[in-house]
């Protein structure tokens, strides 16, 4: 059993050919898709989607890109939206210090809200750092927050070491299959697979050899075996516990597994 714990089918870039992405993924062996809303609008998609198709279900928030279109009624639209039965996280919230496409203190203040209100939905939550390793951190230890996923891991191995003492999963993207990801290679090599999740963050981070194409759910299987090839073990090994991982934490039920 593989799970993409970290797609985005409910963006545009499936507009055309949605439904045939997720007969490839089921064709390709990936039984559940977590599509993760990343605006106020995105994240009513995402809960239509997973309304839609059994095989899927959906995370809700707002994107440190997207935290300017937070209005006043926003919060409480997330909050009937996360009572959906198939909304299992909130996310994908987080800093991103690397594009600053809002302002770094919007940020901060609309990631601390959210949570908050994550906290108080008792959902786990879905972590978007990047080049903000020690403050998104900081800041999911002050909130309270235990349970969720640094999606996208990007840091080192000691800052692994921080997230999983804390309670924390990481996800592996694509971007393992890279030659030159050194880095996020060393951290799957020294983690245990009792603490990742595999993800392919589509429609980007397309992993080798369809690198340069639109990334989709189907594709986690070449992320897969980069992580057996990197830990060797048996493909089926990293799939397994994987999914366990991922089960737990979004606390799907057993019923639900194939």
Same mark, same amino acid.
């Given at each position: 059993?593989?799970?993409?714990? =970290?797609? /985005?089918?409910?963006? &545009?870039?499936? *507009?055309?050919?949605?439904? !045939?992405?997720?007969?490839? %993924? ?36 707002? =994107?440190? /890109?997207?935290?300017? &279109?937070?209005? *006043?009624?926003?919060?409480? !639209?997330?909050?009937?939206? %996360? ?45 978007? *750092?990047?080049?903000?390793? !020690? ?124």
């Amino acid at each position: 059993m593989l799970i993409d714990s =970290h797609a /985005h089918l409910e963006m &545009k870039e499936f *507009d055309s050919d949605r439904g !045939e992405v997720i007969r490839r %993924a089921q064709a390709a062996g990936v039984d559940f898709i977590i599509t993760v809303g990343t605006s106020p609008v995105l994240s009513r998609r995402a809960v239509a989607l997973a309304g839609q198709y059994s095989n899927i279900y959906a995370a809700v928030g707002v =994107h440190p /890109h997207d935290v300017g &279109k937070i209005g *006043d009624k926003t919060y409480d !639209e997330l909050k009937k939206l %996360a009572g959906e039965k198939k909304v299992v996280a909130y996310g994908e919230i987080g800093l991103d210090f690397f594009r600053n496409i809002s302002p770094r203190a919007q940020q901060i203040e609309k990631f601390g809200e959210q949570l908050q209100l994550a906290k108080e939905l008792n959902l786990p939550v879905i972590i978007h *750092d990047r080049e903000a390793h !020690e403050q998104s951190l900081e800041m999911v230890k002050a909130s309270g927050v235990h349970q969720g996923v640094f999606h996208c891991f990007s840091g080192d191995y000691a800052m692994a070491k921080k997230c999983l003492d804390w309670g924390f999963y990481l996800s592996v993207p694509g971007v393992v299959t890279f030659d030159k990801a050194k880095t996020i290679r060393s951290v799957v090599k020294q983690v245990p697979l009792s603490s990742l999740l595999l993800e392919t963050d589509c429609p980007y981070l397309t992993p080798d050899p369809y690198r340069g194409k639109r990334n989709e759910p189907a594709y986690i299987v070449q992320t897969a075996e980069k992580i057996a090839e990197i830990k060797g073990v048996p493909r089926e090994e990293v799939a397994a516990l994987t999914a366990q991982n991922t089960f737990r934490l979004f606390r799907i039920e057993a019923s639900a597994e194939k």
